[in-house]
T-cell receptor
Framework: GAGVSQSPSNKVTEKGKDVELRCDPI?????LYWYRQSLGQGLEFLIY????????KSGLPSDRFSAERTGGSVSTLTIQRTQQEDSAVYLC??????????????FGPGTRLTVL | QKEVEQNSGPLSVPEGAIASLNCTYS??????FFWYRQYSGKSPELIMF????GDKEDGRFTAQLNKASQYVSLLIRDSQPSDSATYLC???????????FGTGTRLTIIP
């Protein structure tokens, strides 16, 4: 079946502009995660959605970042007033069951964001 | 101190040898541990997870966990050039779904 898809694959924007990044998880996966990976760095957790529960937003770096998940499926990560330090690859992942002790997160191909 | 630490490498290992990748964690609440492989320009893919002390083997891969010493390792036997990638260690606390990743170790298998 189809994996996690993300769009756009690349986004170049000017400092101060808003951007929206989209994630389409694997069908039936109830858990959805956003991470970002800066050059040469590991993955940094941003936000987690599980079913209809309130999202875990503990990783969002500032109030310029927000995310929503509509209908328990597609998610959009929005960055307002982008800054150069927001440049990174933004990765989305989904998993089938969020509450198991060990669950695999399936990653999408990522969106490479460049803020000029 | 980062919650999950890895030697960034690069780690070079001759083809056919055993590659040993190490990871330490600081949060004793961490219960599950994951090894992801990430090829350059690609997204991470899960290799193994472990949550019990001891060894867990899957093909050429063995994950080792020592909760008392707070370290996790991944051994790759009979290393192949296709194993050349960055290996990310991640930890997860019980009841918390997010993964905390290390910065990764870049592994190069020399033919």
């Amino acid at each position: 079946g189809a994996g996690v898809s993300q769009s756009p694959s690349n986004k170049v924007t000017e400092k101060g502009k808003d951007v929206e990044l989209r994630c389409d998880p694997i069908s039936g996966h109830t858990a959805l995660y956003w991470y970002r990976q800066s050059l040469g760095q590991g993955l940094e957790f941003l936000i987690y959605f599980q079913g209809n529960s309130a999202p875990d937003k503990s990783g969002l770096p500032s109030d310029r970042f927000s995310a929503e998940r509509t209908g328990g499926s597609v998610s959009t990560l929005t960055i307002q007033r982008t800054q150069q330090e927001d440049s990174a690859v933004y990765l989305c992942a989904s998993s089938p069951i969020g509450s198991r002790k060990a669950n695999e997160q399936f990653f999408g191909p990522g969106t490479r964001l460049t803020v000029l | 101190q980062k919650e999950v630490e890895q030697n960034s490498g690069p780690l070079s290992v001759p083809e056919g040898a055993i590659a040993s990748l190490n990871c330490t964690y600081s949060d004793r609440g961490s219960q599950s541990f994951f090894w992801y492989r990430q090829y350059s320009g690609k997204s991470p893919e899960l290799i193994m997870f472990i949550y019990s002390n001891g060894d867990k083997e899957d093909g050429r891969f063995t994950a080792q966990l020592n909760k008392a010493s707070q370290y996790v390792s991944l051994l790759i036997r009979d290393s192949q050039p296709s194993d050349s990638a960055t290996y990310l260690c991640a930890a997860r606390n019980f009841g918390n779904e997010k993964l905390t990743f290390g910065t990764g170790t870049r592994l190069t298998i020399i033919p």
